[in-house]
């Protein structure tokens, strides 16, 4: 394993947490990505995206906790927030076996204050049912910064994004976490970066993956692929809590 991959695997936590958007994407049109999430802290900053995947509850990414406090649904315009969007969090259910992004698991469910209605601005996205296809056109989206170091955007931003072999990711990473999901970052200039963090991996049409991390707050791609939870390898656990803590 090279050196230099092993040192910026164990050293991605230096940059989790921060906003940020897609690389080389577009704006998201606006009756598209309905499910789409803002996580926020109590000042009403963006700090991570997640996805509607029930009435009451958004899946994200564990490292966006703590200071997140609510989420906002229904709109791609952060700027245009107000109170009927804003959904306080009533509890978080981090996956028990996570301890830090390097290792995996990066995955956390959370429970809404209410179930929000579903209507032309809001609605919820499949999971999938099974493992990923690697020849599946995919896409991830996300707001904030468009190039690294960048300033945020207020406008939810999409690029689409392939699917990289595990292996061949394995190979270029020098070692990974189980249970994840290579895309974009790599033979291209088309990513997320950080603050995407949380948002879904949408391939046909189901959240297959949650974005974890990239390489080490560089998103001038290509230089390594970028990782997500794959979570396909969760929906137990998933179902479980969607269905015991009601």
């Not at 090279?2 to 704006?27: D, V, Y």
């Not at 996956?95 to 698991?105: A, P």
């Not at 996300?142 to 061949?168: F, H, M, Q, Y």
């Amino acid at each position: 394993m090279h050196p230099l991959h092993t040192c910026l695997l164990f050293h991605l936590l230096m940059f989790l947490g921060r906003s940020a958007a897609t690389i080389n994407g577009e704006l998201a049109p606006e009756n598209s990505m309905l499910y789409m999430a803002s996580v926020q802290d109590s000042n009403g900053h963006h700090l991570c995206g997640g996805f509607l995947i029930r009435e009451d509850f958004v899946l994200t990414a564990v490292y966006c906790d703590p200071r997140i406090t609510h989420v906002v649904l229904g709109t791609h315009d952060l700027k245009s927030v107000n109170d009927d969007n804003k959904i306080s969090i009533k509890e978080k259910y981090k996956h028990e076996s996570y301890k830090k992004v390097t290792t995996g698991n990066d995955i956390m469910l959370l429970k809404l204050s209410k179930k929000v209605s579903l209507n032309g601005r809001v609605q919820t996205i499949p999971l999938p049912t099974s493992g990923m296809n690697n020849q599946d056109a995919c896409q991830v989206a996300g707001w904030g910064a468009i190039k690294t170091g960048g300033p945020a955007v207020d406008d939810l931003r999409v690029v689409n994004v392939s699917i990289i072999n595990l292996e061949v990711c394995t190979q270029v990473w020098g070692r990974l976490p189980d249970n994840v999901i290579c895309a974009g970052g790599y033979g291209t200039k088309k990513g997320f970066c950080q603050g995407d963090g949380g948002g879904p991996l949408v391939c046909n049409g189901k959240a297959v993956g949650v974005v974890s991390f990239n390489n080490n707050e560089n998103c001038n791609y290509p230089n390594v692929p970028n990782v997500y939870t794959d979570v396909s390898m969760y929906l137990p656990w998933i179902n479980c809590v969607l269905n015991c803590y009601k």
